[in-house]
């Protein structure tokens, strides 16, 4: 789902997956009893150039892979992305991992032809993440950022893009993401909710 600079994908059929590292790693997902297993991207320039300074932080950024895939043209026919990821496991709190992804042709993912919504949707202003121990969360995000938190609370702290994004980890007895699901037994936190931007709340 295509939004101006930034997208949702939905991937199913992990059995599918022929990487055996990526599997074996996300079996704490596979494991959960929900029907979405919720991942988040943040974009890099370059990823080679992310890897020494995450290693120096005491991180295990995983081997880079293809996330290249074929893509529908809006003017017909079809061409081929070259984006590529990998992932950085959050130990403490696998289920609030980030992966880091870079497009280098980024014309093959954004087309205006793809971003024109009937909810007049524009783009995800944010990510809500809830947690048991927020600090302790923010500071894995903290070194995956390079930067302190934004804002800080007790019970939420938050980080801000370059773009004007935010990403919020909440203590889950705060209600600061309201509808979101509690946590279950042995998770200490997971993703609960994005916010998206719209022209028009009315049509939305």
Not at 79 to 84: A, G, M, N, P, V
Not at 87 to 96: G, K, L, Q, R, V
């Amino acid at each position: 789902v295509q939004f101006e600079d930034t997208y949702l994908e939905l991937i199913g059929d992990f059995d599918h997956c022929h990487l055996a590292p990526l599997i074996d790693r996300m079996q704490p997902w596979l494991a959960l009893d929900e029907d979405v297993y919720w991942q988040t991207s943040i974009t890099s320039r370059r990823l080679e150039d992310e890897l020494v300074p995450l290693r120096a932080k005491g991180l295990a950024p995983q081997p880079i892979n293809s996330a290249a895939r074929r893509v529908r043209l809006t003017e017909g026919g079809w061409d081929e992305t070259d984006s590529r990821s990998f992932y950085t496991f959050n130990e403490h709190d696998i289920h609030a991992s980030l992966f880091m992804s870079d497009h280098r042709k980024p014309e093959a993912i954004w087309m205006p032809g793809w971003q024109c919504h009937p909810n007049t949707t524009r783009r995800v202003l944010g990510i809500s993440y809830l947690a048991e121990d927020v600090a302790r969360v923010a500071n894995y995000m903290s070194l995956m950022f390079g930067a302190e938190p934004d804002e800080q609370a007790p019970d939420r702290m938050a980080f801000r893009t370059p773009r004007g994004e935010f990403l919020e980890i909440c203590d889950q007895s705060a209600g600061r993401v309201p509808g979101s699901q509690p946590l279950q037994a042995g998770v200490g936190a997971r993703g609960a909710a994005f916010t998206i931007g719209v022209d028009s709340v009315e049509r939305c």
